[in-house]
Structure formats: structure tokens, C-alpha cells
T-cell receptor, first 114, second 117 residues
Framework: AQSVTQLGSHVSVSEGALVLLRCNYS??????LFWYVQYPNQGLQLLLK??????LVKGINGFEAEFKKSETSFHLTKPSAHMSDAAEYFC????????????FGTGTRLLVSP | GAGVSQSPRYKVAKRGQDVALRCDPI?????LFWYQQALGQGPEFLTY????????KSGLPSDRFFAERPEGSVSTLKIQRTQQEDSAVYLC???????????????FGDGTRLSIL
């Protein structure tokens, strides 16, 4: 079945530490992959997306992700965590339909401690 | 306003009541999406509108769920005879155009948190 899997429902880091949020996709998933962030009681905001071309994608707020076909992964990283990065992060893929039909993973909550 | 607006932000209803949730997309946006987000889960697609046409309603959980966008702008998601399992956050999103590989992102509203007692 087509899906994305986010490893770890919670990830805790210290402020200034590397952030690594993992996302693996099933090989049948079309390679339109996204990372979204959701702050408490808010909607989702697009961080970055991969469609074609360069496999290292840079997004907003210093985040980036690398599409690795050989590993079927699309992990999200940030070199140095800020307190303001504490939020829920969702990996998603776009189904092969005629419009932007997104399928989301179950999310990873990022906790940042001082 | 500049963003997607949803109302009400919170709705409490008794089991069996009907509810209506409203979404005001960004002006001029062609595409409109509804998602259901259960507690601790990612959003799940419910339905998609291109202007006033509902092109995909495959995610609606049952025939108690109904969505419309009669003039191609404001949309309403209606749930009839609500059940406890309908408790969730309902998110609306819009995009400027209708293309799958568009560079236009989905803009999300803050959602309506629905609690069924």
C-alpha cells in the first residue's frame, strides 16, 4: 500500500542541537513529497517539497530534506534547533491524481528544551 | 482576510445533532480541500472542490457527511446525526490553481475543533 511512515511520534532535542525527523515512503508512492509543520491550535504550513530535480531541498526556517530513492527516505533536518521549532511535523506525499491530493503521515512532535 | 478562515473555531454538539462548519478560502483560490484530523493523527483527506464542482469526495466517512461550495468560494461541511467518532479537528485548505504539479502550496485554515458529547 502507498504510505509514508514517520519514525518516532516524539523527538526531543536541546536548543542548538541537530534536528532529524525521519520519513520513509513506500516504493509505490509517487515522488512528490512534502514536509508540513503544525503549531498548536493552528493549521499546517508548508516547510518544503520535493517534486523533481535536485534531491536536497531547502525550505523555510532553516529546514532541509534530502530525497534518497535508494533508501526510500525523505528525512527532515535542521542544523541548530530553536525553541520556536517546537511543533508537530508531518511528512506527506501527493497522490497521482489530477489535483493536489495529499496523504499525511501520523506526525512527529518535536520538543526543544533550553 | 489574507488567509483561510474557518468558523466556528470550536463546536460542541450532542450526539445526534447536525453541525455545519464553514470555510472561507483565500479570495480567488480555485481549489478547496477538507481534511479531518483525529487526535494524535495526521490530517486525512475528505473532499476536494475545483470552483463549485466537487470532484472528489472519496474521503467522506459516511453519507452523514456532506460538503458544498455553491458559488465557488465559501464552503460548508455538514455532518448529520453526529456520532462520537466524528470528534476531530476539521481543516480546510485552498490553493490558487487546480494543478497537481503546481508550485502553489495549500494554505490551511486554523481548523474547527468539533467535540461530540
Amino acid at each position: 500500500a502507498q504510505s509514508v511512515t514517520q519514525l518516532g511520534s516524539h523527538v526531543s532535542v536541546s536548543e542548538g542541537a541537530l534536528v532529524l525527523l525521519r520519513c520513509n515512503y513506500s516504493s509505490s508512492v509517487p515522488p512528490y513529497l512534502f514536509w508540513y509543520v503544525q503549531y498548536p491550535n493552528q493549521g499546517l504550513q508548508l516547510l518544503l517539497k520535493y517534486t523533481t530535480g535536485a534531491t536536497l531541498v531547502k525550505g523555510i526556517n532553516g529546514f532541509e530534506a534530502e530525497f534518497k530513492k535508494s533508501e526510500t527516505s525523505f528525512h527532515l533536518t535542521k542544523p541548530s534547533a530553536h525553541m520556536s521549532d517546537a511543533a508537530e511535523y508531518f511528512c506527506a506525499y501527493e497522490m497521482n491524481t489530477g489535483f493536489q491530493k495529499l496523504v499525511f503521515g501520523t506526525g512527529t512532535r518535536l520538543l526543544v528544551s533550553p | 482576510g489574507a488567509g483561510v478562515s474557518q468558523s466556528p473555531r470550536y463546536k460542541v454538539a450532542k450526539r445526534g445533532q447536525d453541525v455545519a462548519l464553514r470555510c472561507d478560502p483565500i479570495s480567488g483560490h480555485v481549489s478547496l480541500f477538507w481534511y479531518q484530523q483525529a487526535l494524535g493523527q495526521g490530517p486525512e483527506f475528505l473532499t476536494y472542490f475545483q470552483n463549485e464542482a466537487q470532484l472528489d469526495k472519496s474521503g467522506l466517512p459516511s453519507d452523514r457527511f456532506f460538503a458544498e461550495r455553491p458559488e465557488g468560494s465559501v464552503s460548508t461541511l455538514k455532518i448529520q446525526r453526529t456520532q462520537q467518532e466524528d470528534s476531530a479537528v476539521y481543516l480546510c485548505a485552498s490553493t490558487l490553481d487546480e494543478w497537481r504539479d503546481s508550485n502553489q502550496p495549500q494554505h490551511f485554515g486554523d481548523g474547527t475543533r468539533l467535540s461530540i458529547l
